[in-house]
């Protein structure tokens, strides 16, 4: 069984954040870095496979130099080698060049299922890893809870609004995208942190996978406005409404 599992490197949440001087990202200096809490869940359900089944885990990063030692810590979780797509200017590209960067470099490798986080944390598209399984052709299940593997076929539990959870069934090859709580991810162990040093790790030139320009360009990127507090009405719901047909007609042409 051939696994691939894709992560991405983000900065700390808890971090102070500014608007980079391109003025189209964060500015990346001075900011902790980590893997996205998303794609943690996701390399833990990959090892936890691969435990199960004697699989082959690759773990695939696209990024800086720097996001190698994330891509050390998957490979000191269970991961079997690491392919880094180096790219310094990853933070421009859009969704759909990203999953047809990770839908090329899977396109013939015949992974048998690939994981991925429902969404990452400083973007939030959640749509990568639906764009890679629908160029790549495959069924994909989104922000999966609960998993297991029999006989060829997968079955997860996928989480719906309030609070509801769908069944689904799908045979492999496959993709799915992983939700908080799905697992628990593991801390890497000294042994096996020391193991990963050895482990492969190669990079590849982004320009070798990317076949297509970005559909979606960033033109800027700024800090919400502050503005003023609510209003907040009380009273009888008759005098209410006057009210506030009133505000609206004062503070807007809604009713005008």
Not at 7 to 33: C, H, N, R, T
Not at 91 to 105: C, G, H, Q, T, V
Request: charged letters at 25%; one cysteine or more; glycine letters at 8%.
């Amino acid at each position: 069984m051939n696994i691939l599992v894709c992560i991405k490197q983000v900065p700390d949440m808890e971090s102070k954040f500014k608007v980079g001087g391109d003025g189209l990202w964060y500015d990346s200096a001075d900011l902790a870095w980590r893997m996205n809490e998303y794609d943690e869940y996701a390399v833990e359900q990959a090892v936890q496979l691969k435990e199960k089944t004697g699989a082959d885990l690759t773990v695939l990063c696209i990024g800086p130099e720097r996001v190698k030692e994330t891509m050390k810590k998957a490979l000191a979780m269970g991961c079997d080698r690491g392919v880094h797509v180096a790219d310094d200017a990853s933070y421009r590209k859009d969704p759909f060049s990203i999953a047809s960067i990770i839908a090329e470099f899977a396109r013939s490798k015949n992974f048998d299922l690939i994981f991925t986080g429902m969404q990452s944390q400083d973007r939030g598209s959640a749509q990568v890893g639906v764009l890679a399984a629908e160029m790549l052709g495959l069924p994909s299940i989104t922000t999966i809870v609960g998993f297991s593997f029999e006989e060829g076929k997968i079955t997860v539990k996928r989480e719906l609004e309030g609070g509801v959870k769908a069944k689904v069934t799908s045979p492999v090859p496959a993709l799915v995208t992983c939700q908080l709580g799905l697992n628990t991810p593991r801390y890497p162990t000294l042994p096996n942190i020391m193991k990963a040093k050895k482990k492969e790790l190669v990079s590849v030139a982004v320009s070798e996978l990317l076949k297509s320009e970005a559909v979606q360009e960033t033109k800027a990127v700024y800090f919400p406005e502050k503005k003023g507090g609510g209003l907040v009405l009380e009273g009888d719901a008759g005098d209410l409404a006057d009210r506030l047909i009133k505000i609206l007609k004062e503070k807007t042409a809604v009713l005008a």
